[in-house]
């Protein structure tokens, strides 16, 4: 099962993804799977602040909250959010402060980054823990992100709203009690002026040890703790068309030096500068023809979605690639599996003589593979877990490939940290 599966649990992934995921919320109720049986280890909070104390949190914050009254239903309470120093995460619990952090252990990095896999989501990935010591709330605001709740210790209430109020926003905002969002780094946009929003018909949910709730983007919700509470956010944060047409477009379009400056002009007369004006417009024309150049059914379109699927973020796929396993001496006899220290993603297509060809993308490692050896590692992949001496006829050839072949490439696959010898 994938971690989405997992997760999910009863309910379909794919109905998950038809009916949910972006419209409604979701609460299963002690039936996803638990967080230790997803990070494969046991999590407490004790964990998570042994997780912020050590060296490798270096460079990274951790935000502190002190509430004053209670913030239920766009209620009147204040929180007041500063930052702490990673080390400090525990006494500043003990002085009665819920405490939020980034995890960072190999373990929860790559349950993200899995789950985001499982999704084809392109967004940046976050998992946090969060932590009150309890009597604390959380006023009414909505998200950015894609977020699955896991409750590990204690209860919390939450309150969210049938459904979003504002689909895919790109910031986060409180909604205030006159009934429009406070954008607190900077002005909304026209689009983001709501008016007459209400919390009052928010659905009230208690989530106990085990329980998952799924929060779309833009959905009302507030929180308070029932005594001490931990749980863990798993989210992912909003990915537009643009950013990803960009992907296609900024090789092409940057590699040619009209496209890496703006003209100089002196002009003083309060119109846009004609050197502007024609530069732009010469811009436009080529931005027109390179759109539609884009071949959406071909090679180069699905390469770049697949590093986009397989890449959660630069310091993400660092963190994961640093613990790469390697395979050892693999004989005839040994059980290989595909590795899951970092979520796999592929490309099959064509390469220009109309040969079959295949890229592999895990963490930092790039695998690109032609003809006849594109069958073999398409096979492997498929296969996911299998014995050396088969993948003799994993190839599309006849007759099988001998061991003495196969060995070098099942080797090569092995110090790439595709595959491991498999977990008995």
């Known amino acids: ?35 230790a049986s997803l990070l494969g280890e046991e999590y407490t909070h004790r964990d998570f602040f042994t997780e912020l104390a050590a060296p490798g949190y270096d460079g990274r914050a951790v935000t502190a909250t002190f509430f004053e009254g209670r913030v239920l239903r766009g209620g009147e309470g204040k929180p007041r959010s500063f930052e702490v120093k990673p080390g400090q995460a525990e006494t500043a619990f003990r002085a009665g402060l819920s405490v939020i952090g980034d995890m960072v252990s190999p373990a929860a990095l790559r349950l993200a980054a899995h789950l985001r896999r499982d999704l084809n989501h392109t967004g940046e990935l976050m998992i946090a823990g969060s932590l009150s010591p309890g009597g604390d709330a959380f006023h009414a605001h909505i998200d950015p992100v894609d977020s ?11 309150f969210v709203s049938p459904a979003p109020i504002l689909d895919f926003p790109t910031r986060a905002a409180a909604l205030r009690d006159n009934g429009t969002l406070f954008f607190p780094a900077s002005e909304p946009d026209d689009w983001e002026r709501l008016q007459g929003l209400d919390a009052s018909n928010s659905v009230e949910i208690v ?105 959660p973020g630069d310091k993400v796929r660092a963190a994961l690639a640093a613990n790469r396993p390697q395979a050892g001496g693999i004989q005839p006899e040994s059980e290989l599996a595909v590795t899951e220290y970092a979520p796999v993603a592929h490309a099959w297509t064509p390469d220009e003589s109309g040969e079959p060809a295949i890229d592999v993308y895990q963490a930092e490692s790039h695998l690109s593979v032609p003809g006849a050896g594109a ?50």
């Open 148 to 158: 699955f709740k896991i409750q590990v210790e204690g209860r919390k209430r939450w």
């Open 207 to 311: 989530l106990e040890p085990g329980d998952i709730l799924y929060v779309p983007p833009g959905m009302v919700h507030a929180t308070e703790a029932d005594g001490m509470s931990f749980s863990v956010d798993i989210g992912f944060l909003p990915a537009s068309p643009f950013s990803f047409l960009r992907k296609i477009l900024d090789p092409v379009l940057e590699a040619e030096p009209t496209w890496r400056h703006m003209p100089a002009s002196i002009a003083r007369d309060g119109r846009l500068p004609r050197e502007v004006r024609e530069h732009l417009a010469a811009r436009i024309s080529e931005l027109r023809a390179a759109l539609d150049a884009i071949d959406l059914d071909g090679p180069e379109v699905n390469r770049i979605w697949q590093r986009a699927v397989a890449n």
């Open 375 to 424: 069958g073999f590692l398409r096979r492997v992949l498929e296969e996911g877990r299998f014995r050396a001496s088969d993948a003799s006829s994993f190839a599309p050839v006849e007759p099988p490939l001998p061991w003495e072949d196969v060995a070098p490439y099942l080797a090569m696959l092995g110090e790439q940290g595709l595959i491991a010898e498999a977990r008995r």
């Open 1 to 35: 099962m994938t971690v989405l599966e997992k997760l999910l649990h009863p309910t379909p992934a794919a109905n998950f993804v038809r009916d949910i995921q972006g419209r409604h919320f979701l609460h299963h109720r002690g039936a996803g799977a638990t967080l």
